[in-house]
């Protein structure tokens, strides 16, 4: 786990590109650590936080490392509300109070099974990351491991065309969309399902909103797949501080999706609740 | 120079408003570098109860105007685990620890301060009598005469400084104040969170509800500073003993206002979460502006 | 359809918080336009009281958070006056005339309560138990016992409908709803301002010192919704007369949640300030989003 | 006095340009009444008024029409804390909230006085819409008051000469400066003196911080020159509703310089306090 130095920092964005509906923001961090795939940066503009719909936004937002590359970091946002609207709108040169990197990141494969990437919506950002890790691994191991382990494979849902532009992160992989306008007319779990049935020596590495994250898990239990599931919560710190970011575990207790999380085995969960 | 406040002496004037830092989850996140500079002169715990809590159902944050409203709940392991297993990692900071307890009787509240009072690691005690999450704290923080009686109850079971935590939900918080240190206080903190509500955003579909899952919660935050620098005026107008103030403050600039209204120390809560080092900063700048 | 408020058949469910609208003002300001789209369905007058009133010494503002603490003091001509010069002009106004008085003791009350009751201008009667900047209405308002023996007095004395405009600032605000109703008020509107202080900015050769001219002061507007949420709520539970719900609301989002919970009217207050069309686009969207 | 709608409204800013240390707002306002020199407009940015110092701004600011012409209006801003900031930042094409014109203005001089116009820093901005209104009635006058009475003069104070580019909005002035930087070093109120010991027929026009203006009225009364001076007080709504803006009167009570004023007759004041 990559350790975070124990402030907010201020960084340059350096660049603000659209990717359908989604703004994929890259900020320059040349002294950050290198971030492990899953995990998280709290931020937040420097100038103008606050003043949006209903005198928001106060606190920072989470947001995966969707990449990070010679000191870059980027970010793949989608603009929900007054938060997301800000950051969505920082030009090169702005600057954002960054914290992190933060929280468990996902724990790649320790023997021969495939990665299957499977990510929603905004959810792809922290998979991309973990493809490049993956490949990066890969390309750097030893040849007699590179011919036992298959390159990673990436399912993809999203609801519409716009947004699966997002797929654009990865290099190839197999998209789905509700309304049928890219790839699959489907959900992406169909994918999985499918690619589960051709060949179950995987884990899984899912990440995307709640509903998904449930089809994922119920199915990887059911065939005895580990899964390792990426959570959201809403969040006031990031840190630990604030026991405001919890989901149910199987224990009849609450994980903190910041610090035990946000990536965490599906055998901890019941169930992904869909929480508001 | 160190600051002295119930006999301990403190780096600075800053400490942490309880449950607005986790020290250990923070010691893991950061790493040593947190040790190195640490934000808070002395460190306050969570609020320990008896039992273990787990906490309020999420949601728990809700983001209000300039603040935050929280239902966590209070979950923690409870006093007896977290004297296990907490308070070695604890008492490894670089700052002085003060225990906030809470229980829902008199009774409940000797327990807890007089383990707290056979532990070397613990500095001094904080009592929550002002949590508006659980109906109990509330009653007793509220009500002058039943607060006086508990802390008067409570005192001669630990030679360590007791900090009575008030409530702002109150109609005269400086009576509050003259109660806690007329059943024998060592200082008074404040102010907690005002009780607040927030409604889940409504869908066409579905009726009103509460976005908490705990129900009501508590304000938090810029938002309330106005409020607490009226409340600690008010108490530090009346009591002789020192008085920590908290509520809002984001800077060193807010902490100063706390001082000259009559406070001792300053606690930041969730300026924190915004920023890890906000307690450190702000401690540091008070100095440099005014050694 | 208009809606029903104690026996007043009203256009829509938004009316003005006492003392942020000046109606004769406004005319002047802003011309006959202003009454095509008269921004509330009732109007409330500022606080009057027996004596006339200059107010507070400068500065009375000061922007907060989200918010805005004030210290006006309750600046007004005295009831005489009132009567006489403004009583006409407000007559005239396309909505009906609510009538908040003040008094410093049960007797002046009656003076007050008595007075507004003759005259056929003036459709109800609001009572501020609830000012924190003036000690009476706080002291009146915050004890249950006394302020249903106040509410008793009163009550006779006029046959309009009388409407207790709560105090925020005490423990049990839903005590309080319940005092107002057992004395036979007809609804109770709620919540006044908190009580906050603020500070000078700080100069190198200058002390501390209070930034408003009268002291203390009382916060309002979005950084005390989640208050005015709860407190709406708690009142509104436990009372059987109707609720006037105020305190941060800016849209007919914040408006819905008041009623929501419970309010059968809600009060504009600060948002006016920005906007002083803000009742008025208040009150068309909460029709339009539910007929 | 010209009638402001009852409801604030989105206008576009048309042009921000720099004059030194201040900046020069061009606001389209086509539907917009046109304002009587001295009378003001609340302002506040449509995105963003929030989030700055403090969690600031929150109310909307008071401004001076400074020009208006052809449906714009212009706004002399001096940047002092997190309201005019973000109005400082405004670029063309954003919007702002406007509600106005607002509160009494200058009253022209209704014999042959000719017009002092005093103005110090910012305060000189409705010393220009007056300048205007009095030169476009002298031209329109009939020919034989054209001669009685002489066109205004402007007097104007500032700290240093990067504020006296302020200048630049009048034709013609005299200019004083405290670093002596610029024109006659000293204050304006001497240049005032100075006027009025040449020809006290005239009516002095303020606009300024409160040491001014009390220097001002203390010289007219002394000299019994009538004069209008242009107050500031902080406001909250700028109509009268919040009873926020009060400064003393003679009475012993309070005006509101929202609605008695801005612009007050000198003889309305035992003195023009110094409020923080
Ligand atoms: C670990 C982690 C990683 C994430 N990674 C990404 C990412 O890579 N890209 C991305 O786009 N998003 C990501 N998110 C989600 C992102 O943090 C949220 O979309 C963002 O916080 C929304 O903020 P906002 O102000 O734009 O919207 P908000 O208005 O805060 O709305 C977001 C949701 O919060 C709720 N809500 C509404 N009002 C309030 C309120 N006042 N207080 C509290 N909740 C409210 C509603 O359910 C709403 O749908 C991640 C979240 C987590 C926890
Ligand atoms: C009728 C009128 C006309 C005006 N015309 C112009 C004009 O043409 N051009 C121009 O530049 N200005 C003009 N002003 C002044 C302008 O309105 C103020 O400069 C502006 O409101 C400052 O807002 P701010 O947020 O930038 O600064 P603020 O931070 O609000 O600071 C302004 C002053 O307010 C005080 N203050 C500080 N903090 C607070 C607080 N939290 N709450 C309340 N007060 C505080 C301090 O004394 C500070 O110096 C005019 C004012 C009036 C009343
Ligand atoms: C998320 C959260 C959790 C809190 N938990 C506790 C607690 O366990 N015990 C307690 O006495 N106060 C608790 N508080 C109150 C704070 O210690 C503090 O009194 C309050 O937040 C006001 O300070 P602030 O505005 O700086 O946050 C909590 C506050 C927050 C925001
Ligand atoms: C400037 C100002 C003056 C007020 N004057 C009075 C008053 O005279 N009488 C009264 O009962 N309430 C008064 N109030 C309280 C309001 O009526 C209202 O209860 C409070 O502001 C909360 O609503 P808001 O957040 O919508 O402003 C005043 C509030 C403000 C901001
Ligand atoms: S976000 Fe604060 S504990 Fe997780
Ligand atoms: S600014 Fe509100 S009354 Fe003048």
Redesign the pocket.
Known sequence: MSVAPPRRRALTVTANERLGAYTLLKVADPAGPAPDPGQ?TMLAAVERWGGG??E??YLP????L?RFRHGEAH???????????RLCELQAGERVWALGPL?RGFVPPHDDRRALLVGGG??I??LAILQDALEGALARAPSTRKRTRPPATVLLGFRDRDRAAGASLFRGATVASDDGSVGHAGLVTELLAAELERDAHAVVYACGPAPMLEAVRSLCELLRTPAQL??????ACGFGACYG?VVPNRAGGYLR??VD??VVDAAELTRVEDL? | MTVSFCGLELAHRVINGSGTFDAIAARRVFGAELDEDFPFAAFVSKTITLQPRVGNPP?R????AGGLVNSIGLPNKGLRRYLAEDLPELAALPAPLITNVMGSSAEEIVELVEACDERPEIAAVELNVSCPNVKTGLDIGSDPALLEEVVRTVRPRTGKPLIVKLTPNTADVAACGLAAQAGGADAVSLINTLRAL?LA?RTAAEGPRH?LGGGTGGLSGPAIRGVALAQVAAVAERVQIPVVGMGGVQNAGHAREMLDVGATLVAVGTESFRDPAAGAKIGRDLVRDRP
Do not use: K
């Open positions: 998280f719909e209903d928001r936004p937002r989470a947001f995966s969707a970010y793949l946002l989608e603009d929900v509300g007054p938060g997301t609207r929280g905004v959810g950002a922290p990426a959570l959201e919560a809403g969040m970011c999706v910041c999380g946000p508001p | 949601p944050l809700w983001e209000a927030a955003p976005w």
